[in-house]
């Protein structure tokens, strides 16, 4: 009887050490998949400078845009607008002023305040009745 009260003290002091061995207060690194913040792309559009808006309006009309991102070139700031339909409407890059530019940042189109004081500069002057 009392080997039998001994084994059962000694079952019951390893099931105490094994289970209490376990439970330890272990504090874990969190590892995130993400590496930049969650940013919607309507977020973004309204960050950007105004001209930038108006010429991707211009451009595309209510396309959805999958990403903005922000460039430098010599000191030159372009945006670069990818889009959701990347098959229809190709990367878009457009400067602080509106401008659109060609992919290796050359100027396609230029900014419309520009292209409008062309076009009245070369308008004839009104004539009265």
């Known amino acids: 009887m009392k080997l039998r009260i001994a084994m059962m003290s000694l079952a019951a002091a390893l099931c105490f050490g ?3 061995g376990c439970a330890q207060n272990q504090v874990s690194e969190y590892q995130s998949t993400y590496h930049y913040p969650q940013v ?3 977020a973004l559009f309204l960050t950007l400078p105004p001209e930038v808006q108006n010429t991707i309006r211009a451009q595309t009309g209510g396309e959805q845009i999958d ?3 922000k460039f430098t070139n010599s000191g030159a700031v ?3 607008i990818e889009f959701r339909k990347s098959v229809l ?3 878009l890059f457009v400067a602080t002023n509106g401008a659109v530019l060609n992919p290796d940042q050359s100027v396609a189109v230029r ?3 520009a292209t ?3 076009i ?3 308008a004839p002057a009104p004539t009265s009745p």
Do not use: A, H, V
Request: glycine share 12%; proline share 12%.
């Open 89 to 91: 409407y190709p990367p």
């Open 111 to 113: 900014e419309p305040s």
């Open 78 to 80: 372009y945006y670069r």
């Open 120 to 122: 009245k500069g070369d």
């Open 116 to 118: 409008l004081k062309e």
């Open 18 to 20: 094994l289970f209490g």
């Open 40 to 42: 919607s792309s309507g």
């Open 67 to 69: 990403d903005i991102r």
